[in-house]
């Protein structure tokens, strides 16, 4: 029943075929039996030859079995590779239409800054004051959608970079107040509050830390974004199994339940155009992905919403 | 001199719409604009356009559901979609549903004009008044 199998060779995912395993599957055992069988039941000088015969064709099939074998699994694993580089491919193209998309978007605006400023400065004799400021504000409009550009394409640079993260001990609350201190103004402006509930006695963690500010730096941001003013964005410190987890709370307007699964997504934002770019938390993802941790969001609309980072201690 | 061809402009990008709406302006056109689906048809239900010039992507109404929407709203009007987003299926669909040409951001001013005059031309002479 197992011959009868093996006559076809298995056929893996994407049409790969396993090298066929038949007779081998079935001479190897039929005659390692054959050999024992051979020397228990027949007279003496018979028995020897026989089990020799036997044994030199198992022992011939137990090989080739182990070489097709061996083959099969290179292959697989071959195909594997391949297929998550292709994968790769995929998803790098899908990024890159992605932005072509969204930089169409701010060069549209350049376009047409640029085409009214050539326009008003074309005979500047006439140059009334009302052109005179508009083609100023077209070139200031210029100077803003270009460096929206440059946003988006560093974001995207820092995306894809293929940096290697350079691990370095460093207090916890130390990186984490660096960026509170960054925002800490801008909060008070706008009326939100900034709130600690760091764990006592945290041991340092060995990460990479210019990574991991930006990773905090971003949450900060989103939570301030999100949070009207006399809300709280509370930051806070745990241990817990050889972990550490670092969260970012607010009480801002929360996720909606449909749009949970998208924040991560590269591009997603339910921010006003030139107002959001939706790279801060696919880049952030990555980031943590790469220090070796994990980056989740729960949220409960128009309640607010935390994230949290854990990284291995 | 003809009347000025009456265009509505809908985008979410207000820079986009508002500067456009200042080029188009100074080229003799007469210009409304919309920050959505939902504004332009207000605005078409004030008062008709002769060429709608429409954004797909745009928050709330988005460009393929308002179209059939506002060739109701004013069917005397010709849409000319103008997007960022280039695609194939994106621009049958909104063609199949009636809209008069897609244009791909960014889009030289004189470009855009030139589609607006002709998609404008095309329609006074297949709808002669
Ligand atoms: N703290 C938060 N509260 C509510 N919504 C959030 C919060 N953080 C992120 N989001 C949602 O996730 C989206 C994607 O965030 P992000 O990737 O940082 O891009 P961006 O901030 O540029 O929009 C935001 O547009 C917003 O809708
Ligand atoms: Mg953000």
Redesign the pocket.
């Known amino acids: 029943m197992n011959a009868k199998n093996s006559t076809k060779p298995e056929a893996g995912p994407e049409g790969f075929a396993f090298p066929p395993l038949w007779p081998h599957t079935v001479l190897a055992p039929g005659l390692a039996g054959a050999a024992v069988l051979a020397t228990l039941l027949t007279p003496p000088a018979v028995d020897v030859a026989l089990a020799l015969v036997a044994g030199a064709i198992c022992i011939g099939s137990a090989l080739t079995l182990a070489r097709r074998i061996r083959r099969g699994e290179g292959e697989l694993r071959e195909m594997d590779l391949r297929l998550l580089h292709s994968q790769k491919l995929a998803a790098i193209g899908e990024l890159s239409s992605g932005i072509a998309h969204e930089i169409n978007n701010p060069l549209a605006i350049i376009t047409q800054e640029l085409d009214l400023a050539r326009e008003i400065t074309a005979d500047c004799q006439g140059l009334s004051d009302e052109d005179l400021s508009d083609a100023r504000d077209s070139l200031r409009e210029i100077a803003k959608q270009v460096d929206r550009c440059r946003q988006i394409t560093h974001k995207l640079l820092n995306f894809a970079r293929k940096m290697e993260p350079v691990l370095q001990e460093e207090a916890l609350e130390q990186v984490i107040e660096d960026m509170a201190l960054l925002v800490e103004k801008e909060a008070q402006g706008r009326g939100v509050a900034i709130a600690r509930d760091y764990a006592p006695d945290l041991p340092h963690v060995r990460t990479d830390v210019p990574l991991l500010r930006q990773v905090i730096l ?1 949450l900060l941001t ?2 301030l ?2 949070t009207p003013p006399g809300g709280t964005i509370t930051l806070l410190t745990r241990r817990a199994d050889g972990q550490v987890s670092i969260a970012v709370r ?1 009480t ?4 909606a339940p449909e ?1 949970m699964e998208k ?1 991560f997504d590269p591009f ?4 006003e155009p030139g107002k ?7 880049v952030s993802h990555g980031i943590v992905a790469r220090l070796g941790g994990s980056l989740a969001a729960t ?1 409960r609309p128009g309640q607010g ?1 935390t ?1 949290t980072v854990t990284l291995p201690l | 001199m003809a009347d000025p061809i009456r265009v509505c402009i809908v985008d979410d990008e207000e820079r986009f719409r508002d500067t456009l709406a200042k080029l188009l302006s100074r080229h003799g056109f007469s210009v409304r604009t919309a920050g959505g689906g939902q504004e332009a048809l207000e605005l078409l239900a004030q008062a008709p356009s002769d060429v709608i010039v429409l954004d797909v992507k745009m928050p709330g109404l988005s460009g393929e559901q308002a179209l059939p929407l506002l060739r109701a709203a004013c069917p005397e009007a010709e849409v000319l979609v103008l997007t960022g987003h280039a695609s194939v299926d994106i621009a049958s669909a909104m063609i199949a549903g009636g809209a008069a040409d897609y244009l791909l951001k960014p889009c030289p001013t004189e470009e855009l004009e030139g589609a607006i005059r002709a998609v404008y031309d095309r329609r006074q002479a297949t709808r002669p008044r």
């Open positions: 971003n989103n939570a974004h999100a607010d801002g307007c929360g996720i749009n924040i997603f934002t339910t921010k959001g770019t939706g790279l801060g938390l696919s949220s919403a994230f």
